[in-house]
């Protein structure tokens, strides 16, 4: 007997605000697949109206995950094809997806991702903080034990942080992180790809003044830990200082501030020492 050809499921990234940030590769998949499993079938069907295509909607969310795994395995078992959406972005990221994609892994049904707009990336890109080496932890834990050992993950990590934060905690979490690293320098990506789309940078000290009954979604990069570095900048000469910054993408002005601040110099005085 003819073994039946297994459907696909596509992960595809849909806008994170605007409805223009869609690929033309998303647009093509959505209305040719035969189902598209959505986190709130009523949020995709106004991008689906927005795009005209008219296509069947399942529900699949965080809390009916493994029983509509099911229902999707049936289907791509009988050679279905399907699209898998999240309300915004990237689905995975901080989204429902994870046990369907294992699921098909284990019985061999293709996945094909079609990438798109995801809130953290962005952030992290317009943040002006180092991308060479991040790590993303989504948003951070309530429970109080699993928050303090996040938070001390946050405080060592050399590499740069990105986290998601809801409007109504953003004080709480702000208020955390300035208890265990102080002032250190941190961007909040706030409405990405909206009207209202604005990036708040400084200390922490500064985005919580800032940042007051602040609303919208939002994005915070976190600089990594720098310490060691700064410790070993008075064996550096003034030009090895220079590059180290450079080469993290910084413009002069920026760099010459924090040379002054490194080396507990006056940004005159750093001036006067390059002339
Ligand atoms: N899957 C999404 C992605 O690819 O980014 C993330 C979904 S997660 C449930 C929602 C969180 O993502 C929000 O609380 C916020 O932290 C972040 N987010 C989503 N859209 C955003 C936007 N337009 N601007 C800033 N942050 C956004």
């Known amino acids: 007997m003819e073994e039946v050809k297994k459907g696909k499921l596509y992960i595809v990234a849909t806008p994170i605000g605007n409805l223009e940030d869609i690929t033309l590769r ?25 795009l005209e295509i008219t296509k069947p909607l399942i529900s699949y969310h965080r809390h009916n995950e493994e029983i509509k795994t099911e229902v999707l395995m049936e289907k791509l078992l009988k050679g279905q094809n399907i699209a898998l959406v999240s309300d915004a972005g990237t689905p995975g990221i901080c989204d429902p997806g994870e046990v369907v994609i294992q699921k098909c892994i284990k019985e061999n049904v293709e996945i094909i991702p079609i990438p798109g707009a995801c ?12 991308t060479k080496e991040f790590t993303f932890l989504g948003f951070l834990p309530l429970n109080k034990k699993a928050r303090k050992e996040k938070l ?29 690293l102080g002032n250190r320098s941190i961007v909040l990506a706030r409405e990405l790809t909206k009207i209202h789309e604005e990036f708040i940078r400084g200390n922490i000290q500064d985005i919580l003044v800032k940042t007051e009954n602040l609303k919208g979604e939002m994005v915070l990069i976190i600089e990594g830990n720098q310490e060691e570095e700064k410790k070993s900048f008075e064996d550096l000469t003034l ?34 020492q390059f002339l």
């Open 26 to 50: 998303a647009i093509q998949v959505l209305k040719n697949v035969d189902l598209i499993a959505a986190e709130d079938t009523r949020h995709t069907l106004k991008l689906l109206n927005h």
């Open 119 to 130: 809130a953290m990336i962005n952030a992290l890109i317009s943040s002006g903080i180092s």
């Open 152 to 180: 001390k993950e946050i405080e060592i990590s050399k590499k740069t942080i990105i986290l998601y934060e809801a409007p109504h905690k953003l004080t709480n979490t702000l208020e955390d992180l300035k208890d265990i």
């Open 239 to 272: 030009e090895e200082h220079y590059q180290f910054y450079e080469k993290q993408g910084l413009e002069k002005k920026e760099i010459i501030k924090k040379i002054a601040k490194d080396r507990g110099l006056s940004k005159n005085e750093v001036y006067q």
